[in-house]
């Protein structure tokens, strides 16, 4: 994975002027890609892992939309989280009011601690232009 370093820019932070590793993402892959990779790894057709992914995904949107939790084996666990303004007292709040968005948080699954999702990470400093 390839990173670059850069400075922290907002003086109101108590790291301003330090610098951090941020991510160099690469490629955007989509589901097409995906799909012909799982295919050519597993054997099912592309239409097959099709059908298949998309009725996972609307299984799994609706359960998040509800509220549950949803665990992936191998994979992690996925809810959604509300971001929303602080309010005095509950009396004050109004969720179209102050419910500003939702979020969906990613856990990857984790053995001994350390996430399965990171193992094998080699860091390469992204070489200046």
């Known amino acids: 994975m390839k990173y670059r370093l850069i400075k922290e820019s907002k003086p109101r932070l108590s790291t301003f002027g330090k610098y951090k590793a941020t991510a160099v993402h690469g490629a955007t ?8 990779e799982v ?34 084996d191998t ?15 509950p009396d004050e709040f109004r969720a179209r009011k102050h419910i500003r968005g939702v979020r969906l948080h990613f856990l990857p699954e984790s053995s001994g601690g350390r996430p399965d999702l990171y193992k094998d990470i080699h860091f390469e400093r992204e070489r200046s232009k």
């Open 39 to 72: 295919s050519r790894r597993n054997g099912f057709s592309v239409g097959e892992l099709t059908t298949a992914m998309m009725g996972l995904s609307d299984v799994i949107n609706e359960h998040l939309r509800r509220g549950d939790k949803v665990r992936l």
């Open 75 to 89: 994979w992690g666990l996925m809810k959604l989280e509300i971001e929303s303004d602080k309010v005095d007292s």
């Open 29 to 36: 892959v989509d589901t097409r890609q995906i799909l012909e």
